[in-house]
């Protein structure tokens, strides 16, 4: 089995900061993801790897950059935060991209004050 | 989410009893994930189909594709199956839509 690790499990931003999250995975999977929960909902995805140094936009990639700088890494940074946002952001990886079963980390949570 | 949508948005149920819940597509699925996602945060994978039934313990799942909906039975409900359950589509597209989830609480 393998895990996918998040770091760090809570963070708390001022308004207008750049703000940057990991995410760790060691199934030796292709594609990686980055999704947001917001209270109450589902999951919206942000961005999305398929490899290595490759990077697609998700629904929700606007406020956003993300970085696959090898295969077991995939990091988000929010440019610029928003005031009172609050969101849980989970990251999940799949063998293929057409192989999409998905196995997450455990989050990180997002306040900004 | 206006592609994937749940019913119902929340559910009590009894300890050992059983219950349906239901994913509606809009969009044209060919596999479809169910997961768990417990008091903690953590989405657990629950299963990964393409059309067809997967049955897994006391849970079995269905996925019918020319009918756009899949279902997740729960058989003789404990109360460690309480959190929220979602189900997410994939389009054909490599684009994954979730529901909005259903909310289970399981009593003594």
């Known amino acids: 089995g393998g895990i996918i690790t998040q770091t760090p499990k809570f963070l708390i931003g001022q308004e207008g900061q750049k703000l940057t999250l990991k995410c760790q995975q060691n199934f030796n999977h292709d594609t990686m993801y980055w999704y947001r929960q917001d209270s109450g909902k589902g999951l919206r995805l942000i961005y999305y790897s398929i490899t290595e140094n490759d990077l697609q936009k998700g629904d929700l990639s606007e406020g956003y950059d993300a970085s696959r700088e090898k295969k077991s890494s995939f990091s988000l940074t929010v440019t610029s935060a928003q005031k009172n946002e609050m969101a849980v952001f989970l990251c999940?990886?799949?063998?293929?991209?057409?192989?999409?079963?998905?196995?997450f980390g455990h989050g990180t949570k997002l306040s900004v004050l | 989410g206006d592609k994937v949508k749940q019913s119902p948005s929340a559910l009590s149920l009894q300890e050992g009893t059983n219950s349906a819940l239901r994913c509606n597509f809009s969009?044209?699925?060919?596999?479809v994930q169910w997961f768990l996602q417990n008091p903690r945060g953590s989405l657990i994978n629950l299963f990964y189909l393409v059309p067809g039934t997967k049955e897994n313990g006391r849970l079995k799942s269905t996925f019918n594709s020319k009918e756009s909906y899949s279902t997740l039975h729960i058989r003789d409900a404990q109360l460690e199956d309480s959190g929220t359950y979602f189900c997410a589509a994939e389009a054909g597209n490599n684009r994954i839509f979730f529901g909005d989830g259903t909310q289970l609480v399981v009593k003594p």
């Open positions: 999940a990886s799949s063998i293929t991209v057409s192989n999409e079963r998905l196995f």
């Open positions: 969009i044209a699925a060919t596999t």
